[in-house]
């Protein structure tokens, strides 16, 4: 059973960077398309990015279009979602998710469709 482990998280100033990573473990993640998500306190999980299979698809939710890319590394089993020019609203807990599919250049930005999730990683945008 493949298992997802975020990091990265930290304290950042407004308009900084983050790096996220979701490691995989105990499969490779190369047959898996994944989606990362974020939840801030009081408000619903959203949808921030995916990336397919063989990472051609990628899809990005408006509000972090031309700030965040989400890439992968198979050789090292691992998602990133690299965060730029980040605000306040960006504050939440980020967790990224994986689904073994067939199709290689699709993904999906629906929570649902994914069904292994990590524990998440925090991220604090505060001057």
């Known amino acids: 059973q493949l298992q997802l482990v975020e990091s990265g998280g930290d304290l950042v100033q407004p308009g900084g960077s983050l790096k996220l990573s979701c490691a995989a473990s105990r499969a490779t993640l190369e047959y898996y398309a994944v989606g990362w998500f974020r939840q801030a306190p009081g408000k619903e999980r959203e949808a921030v990015s995916c990336i397919s299979v063989t990472g051609a698809g990628r899809n990005y939710a408006n509000s972090v279009k031309g700030r965040f890319t989400t890439f992968r590394d198979n050789a090292k089993n691992t998602v990133f979602l690299q965060m730029n020019g980040l605000n306040a609203e960006d504050t939440a807990a980020y967790y990224c998710?994986?689904?073994?599919?067939?199709?290689?250049?699709?993904?999906?930005?629906?929570?649902?469709?994914?069904?292994?999730w990590g524990q998440g990683t925090q991220v604090t945008v505060s001057s």
């Open positions: 998710a994986a689904r073994r599919t067939t199709f290689q250049a699709l993904c999906d930005m629906a929570g649902p469709w994914y069904d292994v």
